[in-house]
């Protein structure tokens, strides 16, 4: 018997259980006994002079008179049974559980669990219990389930596999982290967790399983880490820095203080065996596209290729236009590989990266595919690296020579999120705006004063600027996403009226229109871009002024600070409209947020407190890992020191040999084979 058996060994598990419960993550015995409850119900019973309203409470009592079903609707039905309690009589209603009948007969003792309404002296039933000189628990652990797997069925097996194996649970974290921060013992952990007998075992063991779990997110980072700083891992790229140097300064604009700073960072890890894992983060705007133009030149001198990994066909035009601009004086080849290109020119780019005719591509997912090989790829980049998941960026970085990897971002991460997000990595931060640029002035205004936006419209254009018009997001539906646009286009071109050029984007459209699109209003021969959320990262329009967002209590404090960084890129002043009608306080404070500051540090953390650790980053993103029971936000001390353990740890005993860390190893490499990602 042992922890990593297949919990197909349990009773009453076949072939479909085993199913459903592998989409709950729970595969072996391990899993099993560390699936822990997200909650417990008090079950100990309650004086009704005591109890509130909508209250969750267990009352006892004995059955006046025979249950009662009836039926309503479709193929509802109501149970209800009368109990008195001390000297009162309670109508408890269990619906669409008939079979509940059965469990009451008249002049017996029964004990219900349910909400409490204080106002009919009545209760809604949600579990019969067992009375208590049948040893009912008080507390009751409730955990996260599926439509396959129910409650009952859920809690005799981690009791089944608790006795069957609970004695050879072996603790993960060491025992003098343990004694300093007075943890438990993993087998206690699990026990308390899943069978406490009073409310302080099972706070001791939330807290105990919390930083566990901490702990061994943390720790994998520091091995990560570890294993990159090795020397075989790494890959030592001797640039030419003179020629570096004379690329720096042809640009056509002179390199911040900042930007001179991380690229003496950046070139300092290529030049070293260390393999480089460095996250770049800079505000919107602050020129992390020039300092990823000098880093990847800096390959190309050293004879080696560079890749640029973006998330969106738009943004990956935007970079190859730019950088192909910008090394049309040298001889590098720069190519661009998107799903969009076409049959014969892939070929064409697959041959060439793989013979080393091309020195730089720009691309999306596309280069991660298996028919892309490089012939000596020594630095990966990958834009808005938030937006890929770890899978993908793997891919990337086990293609060519070990490159090093520089992952950049222009949504500003607080401490909290940069431990739990980027804990692997070394960062450098861009924390100065390029010479010129004025800060974007913000105004919210309520829907019915579109009629002000629009004017202001027409007063920008008559100066030659032009304006972007984000339509409002409707994360359900792509089909409503596309009608909202169309509706908010063709209300645009009726109030702004045949003089002013109205064009459309969104992301259902074909590459090429996109791209036509994209390039007229570059070029100013359109003046207003009515668009979805595609032009959110990386579209550079210098001569853009002027930005208004529909509905813009919908969106997240950090997407609505990208929206605004697609204007005032050039040295013009810039203004963004919020235009929403927030019916919560949250958003109404994302409205005030926004027009209080445009740093992106001080709103990213605005937005960690508003919303929590969840979705920060926007839909279905996974930059984030998904913690069971911790919340980066909430217990953020635990994760702090958590991380602080792991490091120590692993700065002594970087290859975890020492005896008491053999558990934490092994627990380490299941994980990394589980999510195939071994390093």
């Known amino acids: 018997m042992a922890l990593s058996d297949s919990v197909a060994v349990l009773g009453g598990v076949g072939a479909k259980r085993q199913e459903a419960l ?47 079903v ?45 909400k409490w309404d204080a106002n009919r002296s009545a209760m809604t039933g949600m579990r019969v219990l067992a009375t208590q000189d049948e040893d009912t628990p008080s507390l009751a652990a409730i955990y996260p389930l599926s439509k396959s797997v129910h409650q009952k069925f859920l809690m005799d097996l981690i009791k089944e596999a608790y006795e069957r194996d609970g004695a050879s649970i072996q603790s993960v974290v060491p025992e003098a982290i343990r004694t300093r921060l007075r943890l438990l013992d993993d087998r206690t952990l699990v026990q308390w967790m899943h069978f406490p007998e009073t409310a302080e075992q099972a706070t001791a063991g939330r807290r105990s399983a919390i930083f566990r779990e901490f702990f061994l997110f943390e720790a994998r980072l520091q091995q ?100 192909s601009k910008l090394f049309a004086p040298l001889p590098v080849h720069v190519a661009l590989l998107t799903s969009a290109t076409k049959p014969a020119a892939k070929r064409e780019i697959l041959e060439e990266l793989r013979t080393g005719e091309i020195d730089i591509v720009i691309g999306t997912h596309a280069l991660i595919q298996k028919d892309v090989d490089f012939a000596a790829l020594g630095l990966a980049i990958i834009d808005e690296q938030h937006r890929f998941g770890v899978t993908q960026r793997e891919i990337l970085r086990s293609k060519g020579l070990k490159p090093d990897v ?123 871009l009515v668009s979805t959320t595609v032009v959110e990262v990386g579209v550079d329009v210098p001569n853009a002024t002027m930005m208004v967002i529909l509905d813009a209590d919908r969106f997240g404090l950090a997407q609505l600070h990208q929206l605004r960084g697609r204007v005032g890129r050039g040295n013009m002043a810039a203004t963004c409209f919020l235009v929403a009608d927030p019916s919560t306080e949250q958003g109404i404070s994302r409205m005030e947020v926004m027009t209080s ?36 936000v909430g217990d953020f001390n635990i994760l702090d020191t958590a991380q602080r353990c792991a490091a120590s740890l692993f700065n002594r005993d970087p290859e975890l040999q020492e005896s008491e860390h053999q558990e934490l190893k092994r627990v380490l490499q299941r994980a990394a084979v589980a999510a195939g990602s071994l390093n």
């Open 22 to 68: 592998a989409e709950l993550g729970i595969k072996t015995i391990a899993d099993l006994l560390f699936y822990f409850p997200y909650r417990y119900d008090d079950l100990k019973e309650r004086d009704l002079q005591t109890a509130v309203d909508g209250e969750k409470i267990t009352i006892k009592g004995t059955v006046v008179s025979a249950p009662v």
């Open 70 to 114: 009836s039926r309503f609707g479709a193929r509802k039905t109501r149970v209800n049974i009368r109990l008195r309690v001390e000297h009162a009589v309670v109508m408890v209603t269990f619906f669409n559980q008939p079979w509940l009948k059965d469990r009451f007969h008249e002049d017996q003792e029964a004990a219900v669990y349910g």
């Open 224 to 323: 990560m880490k570890a294993h990159a700083a090795a020397p075989a891992a790494g890959l030592r790229i001797p640039f030419d820095n003179q020629a570096v140097r004379a690329f720096v300064g042809q640009l056509p604009y002179e390199l911040t203080n900042a930007q001179k700073r991380v690229v003496n960072e950046i070139c300092a890890d290529m030049r070293s065996p260390k393999h480089m894992n460095r996250l770049l983060q800079g505000d919107v705007g602050s020129g992390k596209t020039a300092v990823a133009a000098i880093c990847m030149y800096a390959a190309v001198t050293a004879h080696f290729q560079a890749a640029l990994m973006v998330p969106t066909e738009v943004l990956a035009e935007q970079h190859y236009a730019k950088l």
């Open 406 to 528: 520089l992952a950049m971002t222009a949504t500003p991460i607080p401490r909290t999120l940069a431990i739990t997000a980027y804990g692997e990595m070394d960062v450098s931060t861009i924390d100065e705006l390029p010479a010129g640029r004025q800060p974007i002035s913000t105004y919210w205004l309520r829907k019915n004063e579109l009629g002000r936006v629009v004017d202001r419209m027409r007063a920008e254009i008559a100066k030659g600027g032009q304006c972007f018009v984000i339509t409002p997001l409707i994360a359900e539906s792509e089909k409503m996403d596309l009608q909202n646009a169309e509706s908010v286009f063709a209300d645009m071109q009726e109030r702004l009226g045949p003089n002013i050029k109205v064009s459309l984007l969104h992301g259902q459209m074909k590459n090429e229109e996109k791209t036509a699109i994209m390039h007229d209003f570059e070029a100013g021969k359109t003046q207003v």
């Open 597 to 632: 500051t445009t740093d992106g540090f001080v709103v990213a953390q605005k937005d960690l407190e508003l919303r929590g650790q969840g979705d920060i980053f926007g839909a279905k993103q996974s930059g984030m890992p998904d913690f069971r029971l911790g919340d980066p």
